[in-house]
């Protein structure tokens, strides 16, 4: 795949998209918003000759103690059977017990323990769909205290018991790193660099916590110059991988999007030639 | 030692809106609270399940405004989380609430308007299929069409509601200049309908009603012809099958069932 | 076959036969389009609303009164006189 920028592709975008074919490097599809079927699905297949896609799950529930869903797995596994996506990937973070589902990433401590339950649950998605997977650094808004692993330690764990790569959200990097009181560059230090295979970017919205500053990963805007020169570090350090531009609240004007795909990928080219992978 | 299992259990509960003391001992705080950290993902999953359920009944929020459907579907939601991810197959149950739900008792028409838009939705998310046509009868004597058990459509549906729940579905859509609606008006049939690149309803009349009834319930059309009279002596089952075969109504037969159907005495 | 289902077999033979104008569809209402959103997306966006404020959920249903277009909507059994 091009280390060039790409952008989520969401509903109200669908009809231009198909109709004008704009330039992008790829575009990026939720999972769970196609796997009951509907026209959405047929225009998305139709696209498939100009486009590469990748398969962005929101719903595995990876950290979830009781395992994945098998009924889940298998219709996601049948969608990327269909569609063929150069990427696959999903979320450090669980959404489902005692079989309810709860529409969230919900942050897990960094133990031993879940350690081992992720592993157990990336070997099953792999083994199902027979590929490796990506998996994403999520938002968090708290921390436990139980907690042995750093976020990034924990990640690189991942990677090496799993064989499973990496999906580096910059955005959720900053985000994280504001809430816990992390500094994002000594986040960023020393994550597997081979094992990285995609960077997303998105805005935040800043929210009032008893007083105090939060910052919410809400998709809902351009992607702040923090996050802009965050990318910048993430580029030094580890070079151009295919980057994802994504916007869900308030979606805007393509235009905008794409402009801001035009932006990364000035970022990305910038940093051509610096891959690490290439070392 | 908090083990993975009860964090998760107890930070199921907490998103129920139980208090969760032993997890907010468990989370960091400082100038921000543990306890207004748990919220974010508290309000979040409300939220977002509410936004999702107002996708799927864009009908029923028009008819009671934004903050009224908001409070309903959170109520909803805290009661029946989803049993899977995929959002669209989520608020079944929704219609049947909503009949049940005292602050709506005022709006009794407001079930019905729910179970329309969640047609519409399971019609959207249909497969299209292969769909019957005047031309794949056309080898077919007129007793072998009489003869023939049809099935709806992947998606297609119907019902009655004693409300006129098209005109009020009419007066909802975004745009819609104002125009007042008596109840007292009657109810209507409804026929929904997946189509190529949308999900569309249509008005049927009582004995059309009677017809695809009986279709539903594997009559033949003969039979359903004989149920449409019932109702309606002035029926004609010309115009009916001709609109409806127009409609794409109908799923494609199975491969086979023309050739036996040609046979029937 | 009796003339009744003589009859009815003829009739559902002619309908094949029938003019487009007469197999008008009526007042299709087009409901959906692929524009609709993807209700997944809201897993990931977080709205911004999504904040820490202590609102007392279990109550604002009671005191929340519906203001849609049932204002336009009148009559019926519940609501007459």
Known sequence: ?279 | MFALRDLQGAFANHIRGEDQSRLEAAVVGDAIPAAARLRVYRHHVEQSLAAALAATFPTVQAVVGEEFFRAMARRYVVEHLPRQPVLTEYGAGFPEFIAGYEPAASLPYLADVARLDWALNLAFHSPVGVRLTAADLSSLPAEGIAGLSLTLAPGGAVFHSDYPIDRIWQISQPGTAGETIDLDAGGVNLLILRREDDAAFVGISDAEMAFLSAVQQGSTLESAAQAGFQVDGAFNPSTTFGRLLALQAFAALQHGVAKSASKAP | ?81
């Open chain 1, 1 to 279: 795949m091009r280390t060039v920028a790409g952008i989520g592709l969401r509903a109200p975008h669908l009809a231009e998209i198909a109709r004008d074919r704009p330039a992008t490097g790829f575009l990026e599809i939720h999972a769970e918003n196609y796997l009951a079927g509907s026209p959405a699905l047929q225009a998305v297949e139709r696209l498939r000759g100009d486009y590469e896609f990748s398969l962005h799950a929101v719903g595995l529930s990876l950290g979830s103690v009781e395992g994945l869903d098998e009924a889940h797995l298998a219709r996601v596994a049948a969608l990327a059977e269909r569609l063929e996506p150069v990427l696959v990937s999903d979320h450090l973070s669980w959404s489902v017990s005692g079989g309810h589902y709860f529409n969230d990433l919900l942050p897990l401590p960094y133990t031993e323990e879940a350690l081992e339950v992720v592993v157990r649950n990336i070997q099953r998605l792999q083994d199902r769909l027979k590929r490796q997977v990506l998996v994403e650094n999520p938002s968090c808004y708290l921390g436990f205290k139980h907690s042995t692993l750093s976020e990034p330690t924990f990640l690189g764990e991942l990677v090496r018991r799993s064989g499973c790569g990496l999906l580096l959200d910059v955005n959720n990097i900053a985000v994280t790193a504001h809430n816990l009181r992390l500094d994002p560059l000594a986040w960023l230090a020393d994550l597997p660099a081979a094992a990285i295979g995609e960077y997303h970017l998105a805005g935040h919205a800043v929210n009032d916590a008893d007083g105090e500053p939060i910052l919410i990963d809400d998709h809902g805007s351009r992607v702040s110059e923090g996050v802009w020169s965050l990318f910048d570090s993430v580029l030094q350090r580890y070079g151009p991988r295919p980057t994802l531009v994504e916007w869900d609240t308030d979606v805007p004007a393509l235009t905008i999007l794409l402009d801001e795909a035009v932006r990364a990928d000035r970022a990305l080219k910038a940093w051509t030639g610096t891959d690490v992978r290439a070392a």
């Open chain 3, 1 to 81: 076959m009796n003339t009744t289902r003589i009859a009815i077999a003829t009739a559902l033979a002619a309908a094949l036969a029938l003019p487009a104008t007469v197999q008008a569809q009526g007042n299709m209402e087009k409901c959906y389009g692929v524009a609709k959103a993807g209700k997944n997306d809201c897993q990931t966006a977080k709205s911004s609303c999504a904040g820490t404020s202590k609102t007392d959920h279990q109550n604002d249903a009671w005191i929340s009164v519906p203001k849609g277009t049932c204002d336009k909507i009148v009559g019926g059994k519940l609501t007459a006189g």
